[in-house]
Structures are given as structure tokens and as C-alpha cells.
């Protein structure tokens, strides 16, 4: 896995914008996979400045976000399709036919995840999926002790999860207990991963996540596996990483082909 280290989260969010839109000019066609939370928003703030003001053109770009809440209709202020709305969609020229987000309410869970993995693989595959991670390592809604193997699938959030995202609905109890989630298995055939983390809170996944070893109880850590696989985090998402130093040496001497 390749760490980067950056002095904010402002920064680390302008470098994933700036690869994804490297790709997108690149490939036209891709097939990115997004994420929602707190984790993407500056990035997905910097892709739609890049829009505006530097015409990155997103119409031939077909995407798939990873989850969504079971029970939430698209038209739920705190579903993932709203803010997928509100912070990418609208402000961009993603065309909406090539859009893809998964159907909280679906009254077939299972025959809809097997169709959404149809969809991801008749659509060429993912080129780049982008990631945050809970503060239990979980990517996705794949939490501690899912499957490293699993497919897009019905999860239960932990307690901790419902905890963390209760300021999107109000208190922990409002937060639905069902998600439909990509599994890790999914997330793993990307042919990019980004992960992305900010904050003291994010500490200790990533640190379990890049330097401990791979186990169901900290999904993220069969990122270590992936072949292309990119951390981009803050320096207090960084805080207990013992090779730090290493990490920053290895970014701050690439080789310039390799440079953004
Ligand atoms: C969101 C998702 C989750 C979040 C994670 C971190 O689509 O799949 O894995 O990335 O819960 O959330 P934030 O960014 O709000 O800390």
C-alpha cells in the first residue's frame, strides 16, 4: 500500500481529486466507485471546482457508490443518494442513466445485490474506488468479522458505527440498523483502491488497517493485498503509524514520471 501523508485534510482531498481526474481524463468511460460521509466531501468539492473552472468532463463517467441505508427512500435528507445529490451529482454532468447507487428500498435485498454486481461487471469493472473507513476499520458498511471474500450483500452496523454517523439523523436510535453494502470482495476487484482518512479518530483503523495484520476485524487491513492501492491521510490520521518517517520519504522522492 502506498501511505501519503499530507498536512490537512484540505490537501489530501485536493490529491485524490487530482487522480481521479487524471483517470477521468485519461478514460473517459471509467467506471469510478464513490463514497459518502464526512471523509470525501472536500474532495468531491475540489472535483466539482475542477468542473467549473477547468471543464473536467464527467458525461462519459459511469459510477457506483458503495452503499446505502436499508429503509431510506432516495428522497431521505440523510440517505447516501441525497447526499450523493447534493455534494456530486447536481454539480456536475454525470449523466444520470450511468449512475448507481444502491436501493435502500428494495423489497428484494437479495436478487438487488446480485443485480448490482451484474451491473458493476457489465459496466467494464471498477477502475477507481474511493474509501473512508470507520473508526472500526470497516470500508464500506463492511464491518469487524465480515467476510474478506464477501460480495454486495444485507450488513448490520456495529453500535459504534450507528453512534458515529447519529449526527446525520439526530440520535444513534434513529440510525437504520440495516445497510446494503459492496462487499470486500467487490471493493477488492476496483483495479485503484483510494482510501482516504482524516482526523485523530481515524487513527487507530489506519494504523491496524497499513501495519497490522490482515484480519476480518479490521476489513480495511485486506487492502494490503490490493495491488494499486492508495492511503491518503492527515497528519493526525497518520499519528500512530510507527513508519511514518519511511512513508513521507518514500513520497517526497518518487520519481517525477510518477508524480501527480
Ligand atoms: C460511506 C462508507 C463508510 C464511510 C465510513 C467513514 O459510503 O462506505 O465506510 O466511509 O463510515 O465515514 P466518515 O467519512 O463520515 O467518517
Redesign the pocket.
Known sequence: MEIIIQPSADAASQIAARHIAKLVREKPHAVLG???????LGMYRELVRMHREQGLDFSSVTTF???EYVGLPAEHPAS?HAFMGEHFFSQVNVAPDRIHIPDGTTRHVPAFCQRYEEMIREAGGIDLQV?????DG????NEPSSSLASRTRIKTLTAQ?RQ??APFFGKPEDVPLHVI?MGVGTIMDARQILLLAFGE??AQAIADAVEGPITAMNPASILQMHPVAKCIVDESAAARLKRLDYYRWVYDHKPDWQKL
Open positions: 464513490l463514497a459518502t460521509g464526512s471523509t470525501p457508490n458503495l452503499d447516501y474509501l473512508g473507513i470507520g473508526s470497516h470500508i464500506g458498511f458505527t458515529d454517523n453494502t479518530k481515524k
